[in-house]
């Protein structure tokens, strides 16, 4: 699904997606009608923009979450500006690229989003997990040393995977960076998600970034 206020812009992404195979089955140019259709066409990804005439990105993305809890969001917006990365993330933002995105880029994102890594335009991420770092309530934890009670400890080398994923990196991108198979980092991920009760790889990567895993 795409949610922009701008017409052309709004088609144009559209058409992009179809063209390169994905099935677009909704477009909206207001966040509250944005968040009625979703709630009826069941999209998988939504691209999203932040700037919407009546509601704020943010806000779509809160209503997206509650009525679809598996959606996937990627901001594809015009602001770069620090506090609107954050703020989406933090509302459920699976990912953000500025609309300078190149095509490919932007199409790849896509596939990304919709395989559940979070992704993001260069430069932001690093942004997003040193201000998740800063903003973090507690002490970083580092790996085994039990700083916070009652928190699972991780093996070795799940801890390294964890900071991979922090980092915005896929699966096959892991891989290749350990010399593992591509099942055996998906497997440590669903270790890792069982052991700190999370249900999917946003959730383990803000847990991650919260504790400065990312480092």
Same mark, same amino acid.
Do not use: C
């Given at each position: 699904?795409?949610?922009?206020?701008?017409?052309?812009?709004?088609?144009?992404?559209?058409?992009?997606?179809?063209?390169?195979?994905?099935?677009?089955?909704?477009?909206?140019? !207001?966040?509250?009608? =944005? $968040? %009625?259709?979703? *709630? /009826?066409?069941? +999209?998988?990804?939504?691209?999203?923009?932040?700037? &919407?005439?009546?509601?704020?990105?943010?806000?779509?993305?809160?209503?997206?979450?509650?009525?679809?809890?598996?959606?996937?969001?990627?901001?594809?917006?015009?602001?770069?500006?620090?506090?609107?990365?954050?703020?989406?993330?933090?509302?459920?933002?699976?990912?953000?690229?500025?609309?300078?995105?190149?095509?490919? !880029?932007?199409?790849? =994102? $896509? %596939?990304?989003? *919709? /395989?559940?890594? +979070?992704?993001?335009?260069?430069?932001?991420?690093? &942004?997003?997990?040193?201000?998740?770092?800063?903003?973090?309530?507690?002490?970083?934890?580092?790996?085994?040393?039990?700083?916070?009670?009652?928190?699972?400890?991780?093996?070795?080398?799940?801890?390294?995977?964890?900071?991979?994923?922090?980092?915005?990196?896929?699966?096959?991108?892991?891989?290749?960076?350990?010399?593992?198979?591509?099942?055996? $980092?998906?497997?440590?991920?669903?270790?890792?998600?069982?052991?700190?009760?999370?249900?999917?790889?946003?959730?383990?990567?803000?847990?991650?970034?919260?504790?400065?895993?990312?480092?």
């Amino acid at each position: 699904m795409v949610v922009d206020d701008h017409p052309m812009w709004r088609e144009g992404v559209a058409r992009d997606l179809t063209e390169a195979g994905f099935q677009v089955v909704a477009t909206s140019g !207001e966040g509250r009608q =944005a $968040v %009625r259709v979703a *709630a /009826a066409a069941r +999209p998988d990804v939504v691209v999203l923009d932040l700037q &919407l005439p009546d509601i704020s990105g943010v806000e779509v993305i809160l209503g997206l979450r509650a009525a679809l809890p598996d959606v996937r969001v990627l901001m594809l917006s015009a602001s770069g500006e620090q506090q609107s990365v954050l703020d989406a993330v933090k509302a459920g933002a699976t990912g953000y690229l500025v609309k300078s995105t190149a095509p490919a !880029e932007f199409l790849d =994102a $896509v %596939r990304r989003t *919709a /395989a559940g890594d +979070p992704v993001f335009t260069p430069g932001l991420a690093g &942004l997003v997990l040193g201000e998740y770092r800063r903003l973090a309530a507690g002490p970083g934890v580092e790996p085994g040393d039990g700083a916070e009670p009652g928190t699972p400890r991780l093996t070795d080398r799940e801890t390294e995977v964890l900071r991979l994923v922090a980092k915005g990196m896929s699966y096959k991108q892991i891989a290749q960076r350990l010399g593992l198979s591509h099942r055996t $980092v998906q497997n440590h991920v669903q270790n890792t998600l069982g052991k700190l009760h999370l249900h999917n790889r946003v959730e383990l990567t803000r847990y991650a970034i919260e504790r400065g895993l990312d480092d």
